[in-house]
């Protein structure tokens, strides 16, 4: 076997995500707890109300903190993943899990990241939809047919079948039309707060570039499959230079599971919340068997499945 984790971006969370996990695991307990924060993230997770929970400033420190929390108590039974990759703020926890931050630093970098993208395009009105049955080439044909309406680009390679468009309100509004017009299946409108991972982010990329010159980088224990190039780092790429490009480029997500897989990886658990990952790998790379990581059951189930009990 061999194993890679991956972590779930934003729109999988919940209200109640990790309560738990956080009741009954010790190790998830101490990961979750380690950051410090200006606002109660446990009260948010928990109790908070789902308004709040889906806003991104706070979305993106409690979906890492959910996260640093599975990792520690899976590691807690021996379990460690050959490689990570994570979708979006994903990426954040499957850094933290190789090493390279601490749980403390991976949830308060979310929370600064999460800020820096909410402030990137206030006051502009922007949109991101997902875009059913189409491929890579002809979208971006869509896109560029309506640049006269603002910036429309593809944000996200999830999965053969599954792009993600984001950008200007009236131009993502026109390149669905396009897109419908040109065969695609469906044009699913998301409810985000901003259009990540869009050269719109660029003010975004700036304030991280700033606050990573005070971080220390750990060395990495085992490869992370980065969002922005969908394959490993070489020797040349550095790790803030691919996290500010990655909060303003496409998230090539369908790449990056094929890599684990041309890799050799058979295996992958996906921490949640949500199975959205889970079935991103289903649809590219059927040889991989996939696990998840929500709750309880799922954590027990996971650990059964890995041990072999």
């Known amino acids: 076997m061999k194993l890679a984790f991956l972590y779930a971006g934003q729109g999988s969370q919940h209200t109640g995500m990790g309560k738990d996990l956080y009741e009954q695991n010790e190790a998830f307990r101490n990961a979750f707890d380690s950051a410090d924060l200006p606002f109660d993230y446990k009260a948010l997770c928990f109790e908070g109300s789902e308004e709040q929970l889906s806003d991104t400033r706070y979305t993106q420190p409690c979906m890492v903190a959910f996260a640093c929390g599975v990792t520690a108590a899976l590691r807690a039974e021996g379990i460690e993943p050959e490689a990570a990759a994570g979708l979006s703020l994903g990426?954040?926890?499957a850094l933290q899990a190789a090493g390279v931050f601490s749980p403390k630093q991976a949830i308060e970098?979310?929370?600064?990241?999460?800020?820096?993208?909410?402030?990137?395009?206030?006051?502009?009105?922007?949109?991101?939809?997902?875009?059913?049955?189409?491929?890579?080439?002809?979208?971006?044909?869509?896109c560029k047919a309506v640049e006269q309406e603002g910036v429309c680009e593809i944000a996200n390679y999830n999965c053969p079948g599954q792009l993600v468009i984001a950008g200007d309100a009236a131009a993502v509004e026109a390149a669905c039309e396009q897109a419908k017009a040109a065969g695609a299946r469906r044009c699913v409108p998301l409810k985000v707060s901003g259009p990540f991972h869009t050269s719109l982010m660029a003010p975004a990329g700036e304030a991280l570039h700033q606050r990573f010159q005070q971080e220390a980088f750990g060395e990495m224990k085992f490869p992370v499959v980065f969002n922005c190039l969908g394959r490993a780092k070489n020797q040349e790429e550095t790790i803030p230079q691919l996290l500010e490009k990655q909060v303003q480029s496409s998230v090539y997500f369908e790449d990056s599971i094929r890599w684990l897989e041309q890799n050799g990886f058979d295996t992958v658990v996906e921490v949640g919340p949500g199975k959205a990952l889970s079935a991103f790998v289903k649809k590219t790379a059927k040889s991989i068997r996939v696990l998840n990581v929500e709750d309880v059951v799922s954590f027990q189930a996971t650990v059964s499945a890995l041990k072999g009990e």
Do not use: D, H, K, W
Not at 114 to 142: D, F, K, S, W, Y
């Open 109 to 142: 970098l979310a929370a600064f990241r999460g800020n820096a993208m909410a402030t990137a395009v206030q006051g502009r009105p922007c949109g991101m939809a997902a875009i059913l049955g189409m491929e890579r080439e002809a979208l971006a044909q869509c």
């Open 91 to 93: 990426e954040y926890s």
